[in-house]
């Protein structure tokens, strides 16, 4: 409802007069919702950047951004720790022996059609860890526990009462142990041992913290007939989650990490650290 | 020609006129050495299993070979065992051939009369053990193979716990409980051992070896002091000579503090500083780097600690280009023990260890915690057993037993063990495949019997 002289034109407008209406003052107060304006910290900026940082840090979805970004530059230096330099190493050529020509062309290529595979394959141990699981999901654990590798697909011809049962095989590739051959119950072997006595198996059952008694030879035998572990079963298991959490060191000198660059998440033990994070390391994992 | 391939194999000799085998090779085949031998002798050679290439010498060295370079700047380093199981067997055949040669350091082996003794590493994937099983009789054509888990073989070698006056067991008689705890290049495994015979379901691998640590301390040099991210075979030889693993890792970190790029004008306190100077290699005078006590006055004016220094008689000596090592010393085998430092989701050794044992039935854990031997190359750490003993003795209820002892020879350990059941020539009969039995049954039957499952 400005009057004056405008210089350009402006659309008419009017107040029109409600019933409820009375004359309202120049201001009015308004809800505010609570993180937006803390004027302490704000300052009514209209700085983008200033306020992006002072409104609390940042939001869900950019931590989550950033910490992507971390956990695959964390997994990109694992593989790096884990390499052999095969890049440039792995097509050395070997040498060649001096000798008969035609008899180390044949020694070279391998002297049976399952040598000359063998030594022709430029397969890595990674090709060999996914085909045993791929072989594990399909079957059990062929090469080991099944007796016959032949007609696994067909359905069994031998009557119930005949059928050996199979081993069951963990198809997981978790790396927790799988569950000790060894039966749980320690006072069973007690009883075992205690030739019936009802009054030594009480006895027997309650000292059972002093000292278990050793696991008898068919347990033994048990425990070592049990089938080995794959690569993936065997691997140690991560630490529980009651571990303190992971240590931080600075990158620049290795001393402890305790200030947190905003940018890449890195940790600096101290201001000069910190600056020579700014200038070599960060912008190279920024951009 | 495959007609003719086909014709041989079948007038391949099927042995039975052969005669019986001579003798006895036992080979441990790890990622980075081979330690080879006859059983009759009393130690192994130890052969780098690689095939490596110097671009300034321009030449290829297979296996032992390396032991006559002179120049092992930038050598890019061929390995046919990855992670512990031989992969690459072109590059393997080379090594093998050229340790079996006429004038190699065995003395010649001729396959046809030998028994083989192959190590291989728990939780091998079934490719590669059938590709050992071919490679052996197929294109080499030993006489009789035996592919036996590598840490069992340490049961058969003497134990460190007794006393070295004490008589040493009849050979082929293993130790009672052994829990392994082999430290290698690619990784570390922990095996329970009863009577020779590993506890599968107790079997363990942490994916931290000699490997990762060199990786780690190259990163880390590159990161302070000059780029070195090609001389592996240089960084190897100086996680060699100056690492070790803290007992207190944080006081170490303290003591050498760099307290924010000034340089180090004190030498730290106790009179047994960390912080060292390590005198780089340069091939034509200084073949192998060496440690020496840091000294702050060669390095004061140049600020990444990479200092030239001469010695009394500057016109004819040689400048020595010299590196200085903090917290490069303990941080990378610390790794071992706190694996989550770099991010891997992993429980260190110790935790590694109590997996095992837990995986165990109660009754047994105090015998093995009593029993722990450490072999592998990248045990020769210093402190990583009293690091090992320190740390278990902590977790573990008061009052148990815990010993932990280093092999006397840690990297020929296995071998050794291997010599030693070999030498019994009835316990090795009753396990061994001979040429015969392979070509008659089949590789698979092998694979079976050498799991433990076939019937003799």
């Known amino acids: 409802m400005a009057t004056g002289p405008l210089r350009f034109r402006t659309p008419h407008i009017e107040e029109l007069p409600t019933t409820g209406s009375r004359q309202a003052p120049g201001f009015a107060w308004v809800a505010v919702s609570g993180a937006q304006d803390d004027p302490a910290k704000n300052w009514g900026t209209s700085n983008r950047k200033r306020a992006r940082a002072s409104l609390g840090g940042p939001t869900d979805q950019q931590r989550e951004a950033l910490s992507a970004r971390q956990q695959r530059e964390v997994e990109r230096k694992i593989r790096d720790l884990n390499s052999d330099n095969s890049k440039n190493a792995a097509e050395l050529p070997i040498p060649k022996k001096e000798g008969g020509a035609g008899a180390s062309t044949v020694a070279r290529a391998g002297k049976t ?79 075992a041992l205690s030739f019936g006595e009802t009054t030594t198996l009480d006895a027997e059952e309650e000292g059972d913290d002093a000292v278990p ?19 993936s079963q065997a691997r140690s298991a991560p630490p529980t989650p009651g571990a303190p959490p992971p240590r931080r060191f600075c990158e620049t000198c290795g001393y402890w990490g305790r200030v947190k660059c905003m940018k890449c998440g890195a940790m600096t033990c101290s201001v000069s650290c910190k600056e020579e994070h700014d200038q070599s390391k960060c912008l190279k994992m920024y951009a | 020609m495959a007609r003719q391939k086909a014709h041989s194999l079948i007038n391949a000799p099927a042995p039975a006129p052969a005669a019986p085998p001579t003798a006895t090779l036992i080979l441990d085949a790890g990622a980075h050495t081979l330690k080879a031998g006859f059983s009759t002798a009393g130690t192994c050679h130890i052969i780098p299993n690689c095939l490596a290439r110097s671009d300034r010498d321009r030449r290829t060295y297979i296996a032992a070979d390396l032991a006559s370079c002179r120049d092992f700047g930038e050598l890019a380093v061929r390995r046919p065992v990855e992670r512990g199981y031989i992969v690459d067997w072109s590059g393997e055949k080379a090594v093998w051939e050229h340790v079996f040669a006429a004038g190699g350091v065995l003395g010649g082996v001729v396959a046809a009369e030998t028994t083989l003794v192959l190590t291989e590493q ?107 991210h090609k001389e592996v075979w240089l960084v190897n030889e100086i996680k060699e000579d100056a690492c070790f693993v803290s ?210």
């Open chain 1, 213 to 231: 008694p050793l696991p008898s030879s068919a347990e033994m035998e048990a425990l070592l007939n049990a089938p080995p572990l794959t690569y």
């Open chain 2, 247 to 456: 007992q207190h890792f944080a006081r170490d970190l303290e003591r050498t503090w760099k307290h924010n790029g000034s340089p180090r004008t004190k030498v730290d306190d106790g009179g047994d500083s960390i912080v060292q100077d390590y005198i780089l290699p340069d091939y034509e005078t200084i073949t192998r780097g060496f440690t020496r006590p840091h000294d702050p006055t060669l390095t004061a004016r140049n600020r990444l600690g990479l200092g030239l220094a001469t010695t009394s008689t500057p016109a004819t000596a040689p400048k020595e280009h010299i590196l200085t090592l903090g917290n490069e010393r303990f941080v990378p085998p610390e790794l071992l023990f706190t694996p989550s430092d770099i991010g891997i989701p992993s429980a260190g050794l110790t935790g590694t260890v109590l997996q095992s044992l837990a995986a165990l039935p109660a009754s047994l854990r105090p015998a093995f915690l009593a029993n722990i031997v450490v072999v592998g190359g990248t045990a020769l750490l210093p402190g990583l057993v009293e690091r090992l003993r320190a740390e278990l003795r902590a977790r573990v209820e008061e009052g148990t037993e815990v010993r932990v002892a280093r092999a006397g020879d840690a990297v020929g350990n296995c071998w050794l063990g291997g010599a030693r059941m070999a030498r019994d020539g009835g316990g090795l009969g009753r396990v061994v495949v001979t040429r015969g039995e392979y070509f008659e049954h089949g590789e698979g039957w092998v694979r079976r019997r050498f799991a433990g499952k076939g019937v003799r």
């Open chain 2, 122 to 228: 728990p939780g091998a994937p079934a490719g590669t053990a059938r590709m050992s099983d071919e490679m052996v009789f197929e294109e080499f054509g030993f006489a009789g193979y035996y592919r036996a888990l590598g840490p069992a073989l340490n049961a058969y070698a003497p134990s460190p716990f007794l006393p070295s006056t004490a008589p040493p067991p009849p050979p082929g008689t293993p130790l009672e409980c052994l829990l392994v705890v082999d430290a290698g290049h690619s990784h570390t495994t922990v095996t329970p051992l009863y009577h020779g015979r590993p506890l599968h379901p107790a079997c363990r691998r942490l994916d931290i070896g000699g490997k990762l640590l060199t990786n780690h301390l190259k990163q880390l040099l590159s990161a302070r002091t000059f780029d070195v």
């Open chain 1, 113 to 191: 059609p399952n040598t000359k595979k063998i030594l022709g394959s430029g397969k890595t141990f990674a090709h060999y860890l996914d085909d045993e699981e791929a072989e594990i999901a399909r079957t059990g654990r062929r090469d080991v526990d099944v007796e016959a590798p032949t007609g696994a697909q067909r359905p069994s011809k031998t009557p119930l009462a005949r059928r050996k049962t199979r081993e069951e095989s963990s198809m997981s590739g978790s790396p927790a142990p799988i569950t000790p051959v060894a039966p749980p119950a320690l006072p069973r072997i007690s009883q």
